[in-house]
């Protein structure tokens, strides 16, 4: 596929990893919407990128989701490609020994990190792709997976709704691959992004550095080149491409 | 076209030819749910060369069904 012209919706556009694919496509001549809850970052990515449309949208509540995609449907037709990629980091061990006892995971976190990262791009997907079908659109859904989804110790939830994502790429590139649409993941490592930082210890990141191949973090613009690659590659379908520097070798 | 209708609906749905009827519908063959159906439309615009819309592939529900609509296209079976 080639990118000039085509309409694309990134969701989680504003920030991280989604703000370095929306200027990816951007460069590349596609027309970019983004999904995003961050209704106070759309000034300052309408600043860089004046052309970029922006619907917000919390991709976690389904009737917000499915509203969107009415509007965005109505405003500018049906998109060739949907990139799945808001989501939210987070790290806590099944059960942790304090100095006063046992604490397990928290419930509720669980249930948020499931619903961010999972659930939501069952909502996302289910919502464009029974449109694509119905005008009988082909083209291609890209889901933000993790090398996590192996299971990563210290991140219960967030290794469960990444090893959904993915199993749900291969499960949908079966079903969607002869109506026309690929479906894909990016699987990064360890990024070298704020949400990173944020949610792993400077020591926990430099002992990852250590065990990386490449002895560093993944930049997010190199997510960005592998997201264009498999978009642009028409015989790339239900797969994984991991992106981590060898650390899962 | 390199083989007829019925021949291609028999191998899709993994039938012989002689079953394929014009009464043949959906609810008869176990195997004809929703995911074959796709793996049929998709067979069916391959073959036939032609582009059947949303409305069309609701529409074929029965062998009968399928002839209806091709042949409302301009495609002889």
């Known amino acids: 596929m080639d990118l000039g012209g085509k309409q694309i919706i990134v969701t989680g556009g504003v920030k991280g990893l989604g703000r370095a694919m929306v200027e990816k496509l951007v460069s590349r001549g596609a027309v970019v919407t983004v999904f995003d809850i961050d209704v106070a970052g759309f000034d300052s990515l309408k600043q860089e990128l004046p052309d970029v449309q922006c619907f917000a949208c919390d991709v976690t509540n389904y009737e917000q989701v499915s509203g969107a995609v009415e509007d965005y449907f109505a405003s500018r037709g049906a998109p060739d490609v949907l990139i799945n990629n808001a989501g939210i980091l987070y790290s806590e061990p099944l059960i942790r020994i304090t100095g006063t006892g046992l604490q397990l995971h928290d419930a509720d976190m669980w249930e948020r990190v499931l619903r961010t990262n999972l659930t939501s791009v069952f909502y996302m997907t289910t919502s464009v792709v029974g449109k694509m079908i119905a005008r009988r659109t082909k083209g291609v859904v890209v889901n933000i997976g993790s090398v996590a989804a192996a299971g990563n110790p210290g991140a219960s939830a967030y290794s469960a709704a990444k090893a959904g994502v993915h199993a749900l790429t291969q499960a949908w590139a079966r079903e969607l691959g002869p109506m026309g649409i690929r479906v894909i993941a990016v699987a990064p490592g360890y990024m070298d992004t704020d949400s990173a930082h944020a949610a792993t210890s400077e020591t926990a990141l430099r002992e990852t550095i250590k065990r990386v191949p490449l002895r560093r973090l993944g930049k997010t613009e190199e997510v960005a080149d592998a997201v264009v690659a498999v978009i642009e590659n028409d015989f790339f379908n239900g797969k994984v491409f991991e992106l981590d520097g060898g650390l899962t070798i | ?77």
């Open chain 2, 1 to 77: 076209m390199g083989k007829n209708l019925e021949q291609l609906l028999a191998d899709v749905l993994q039938i012989p030819a002689t079953e394929v009827t014009d009464q043949l519908a959906m609810t008869d063959v176990e195997v004809w749910d929703s995911l074959k159906h796709i793996e049929l439309i998709a067979s069916l615009e391959e073959q036939l060369g032609v582009q059947l819309s949303f409305d069309d592939i609701v529409a074929m529900r029965s062998v009968g069904d399928i002839k209806r609509v091709l042949n409302n296209k301009g495609v002889t079976v």
